[in-house]
C-alpha cells in the first residue's frame, strides 16, 4: 500500500502563463495522464510536494493521489527542478492499477563490501548500472535492488542473471549484462607490474 498521499487540485489555465500562476501561488504545477481518461492538468502546494519528494518514495513508488473524496494510484514518471534553486517546477504523473505490469527503473546498491576478500586486498568496486530497469506489477515495486558482494575477489562480476529478484519482477537487460565488477586498483595495476618488470 501506497504510504504517499498528494492532495491535488484541478488547474484551470494551462501553458507557461498558467504554470508560472500557479508557481507564484506557491504550488507546484503538473499534469495526470495514462490509463484510459484524457490528461488532466493539476497542482500540489510545494510545501507537501517536497515532503513527499524528501520521503524518497515519490519517484519510481506507487502514490496515492487525492482530489477531493476521489482517491487513485498513480506513479511520478518525471520532476522537474529549477536548474539553480532546485525547487520543484513541474512533475508528470502516470495513472496506474495496482496489478498492472509496468516498466519502471530503481536503484541498485551494494552491501557487505568488508566480506569480500577482492575489496579488503584494495580492489575498487566498479558499477557499471545504478538503476536497473524492470517489469513489475505497480503495487509490488521493490524499493532498490541489493547486491551482496560477499566472497567477491578481484576479476569477479555481477551480472542481471545473479540477483535474488522476487518472483513477480522481471528485468529488462539480459541475464548475461554485468551489473559491477571488482577490479585491481591503479595502485595494485602498478606494484604487480614493477614485480614482473
Known amino acids: 500500500m501506497a504510504d504517499i498521499v498528494l492532495d491535488v487540485e484541478i488547474r484551470e489555465r494551462t501553458g507557461t502563463g498558467g504554470a508560472r500562476a500557479t508557481r507564484n ?17 493539476i497542482a ?22 487525492k482530489y477531493g473524496e476521489e482517491t487513485q494510484k498513480v506513479i511520478a514518471k518525471a520532476i522537474d527542478f529549477h536548474p539553480v534553486t532546485d525547487v520543484p517546477v513541474h512533475f508528470d504523473l502516470y495513472r496506474v492499477d495496482e496489478t498492472q505490469t509496468i ?6 546498491h551494494f552491501k557487505n563490501h568488508e566480506a569480500s ?21 505497480a503495487g509490488h ?11 567477491l575477489d ?15 519482477v522481471t528485468t529488462v537487460q539480459g541475464k548475461d549484462v554485468v551489473i559491477a565488477s571488482i577490479t ?11 614485480a614482473e618488470a
Open 103 to 108: 516498466k519502471i527503473n530503481v536503484p541498485v
Open 44 to 65: 500540489v502546494k510545494l510545501n507537501e510536494f517536497r515532503k513527499a519528494l524528501y520521503t524518497g518514495k515519490l519517484a519510481g513508488h506507487l502514490v496515492t493521489l
Open 184 to 194: 585491481a586498483s591503479a595502485a595494485e595495476k602498478s606494484e604487480e607490474a614493477s
Open 25 to 41: 501561488e506557491g504550488k507546484v504545477p503538473g499534469i495526470l495522464y495514462g490509463g484510459d481518461k484524457a490528461p488532466v492538468a
Open 154 to 168: 578481484i576479476g569477479a562480476s555481477v551480472h542481471v542473471g545473479d540477483l535474488n529478484l522476487p518472483s513477480d
Open 141 to 151: 515495486i521493490p524499493e532498490d535492488v541489493v547486491v551482496d558482494l560477499s566472497g
Open 117 to 137: 576478500p577482492g575489496m579488503k586486498k584494495g580492489g575498487a568496486l566498479t558499477v557499471a548500472f545504478h538503476e536497473l530497469e524492470i517489469q513489475v506489477p
